[in-house]
């Protein structure tokens, strides 16, 4: 596990890095998304659908659990959950949404940690935290996905961004 902490002073700059994981993002991926309210959640979420070349605008799933984004030939690519609501993960199993980790879509997960025990091993795992504009964002990620990490972080350090290297 790779475990990178950053910081971000704009929703702009929250929205770009979702933009550049979004460019290298695969059907299958699940990225996790945690903090508190207003943390920039679905901000991230948002530049993540544009990197993704999806065009719809992205809105807070709270009042349904899970929106999906198709692409411009009617594809679902994203699934964006926002389990907020749910009290429980049984919940999550009921509903039968684990399936959707079963699906051709990258998945963005805000408030993951009431599913913990149904989320895939292989994750992207986001933790933002702070007040005012600055936000301290900590990525976790396994091994996996480290080339395409890089390749994001590379992306971001043009635009500013720096990235600490926390991994034990
Ligand atoms: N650096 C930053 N990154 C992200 N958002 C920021 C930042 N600075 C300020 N903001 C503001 O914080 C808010 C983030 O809202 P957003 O809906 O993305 O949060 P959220 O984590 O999805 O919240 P919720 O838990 O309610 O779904 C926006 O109003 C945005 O303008
Ligand atoms: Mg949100």
Not at 47 to 60: I, Y
Not at 66 to 94: I, K
Not at 95 to 119: K, N, P, Q, T
Not at 137 to 159: D, N, R, Y
């Amino acid at each position: 596990m790779t475990v990178w902490n950053t910081v971000s002073t704009s929703v702009e700059m929250t929205e770009k890095l979702g933009e550049a994981l979004g460019k290298v993002a695969e059907p299958g991926n699940v990225i996790t998304l945690d903090g508190d309210l207003g943390a920039g959640k679905t901000a991230f979420t948002r530049g993540l659908a544009r990197g993704m070349g999806l065009r719809s605008r992205v809105t807070s799933p709270t009042f349904t659990i899970v929106n999906e984004y198709n692409d411009e030939n009617g594809v679902p690519r994203l699934f964006h959950f926002d389990t907020y609501r749910l009290s429980c993960v049984d919940d999550f199993y009921d509903a039968g949404l684990d399936e959707y980790f079963e699906r051709d879509g990258v998945c963005a997960i805000e408030w993951s940690s009431v599913i913990e025990e149904a989320l895939p091993q292989e994750r992207i795992a986001l933790a933002i935290s702070g007040t005012g504009d600055e936000r301290t964002i900590q990525i976790s990620f396994p091994e996996a996905f480290l080339p395409k990490m890089e390749e994001v972080k590379g992306k971001m350090e043009k635009e500013g961004m720096c990235f600490e290297n926390i991994s034990l």
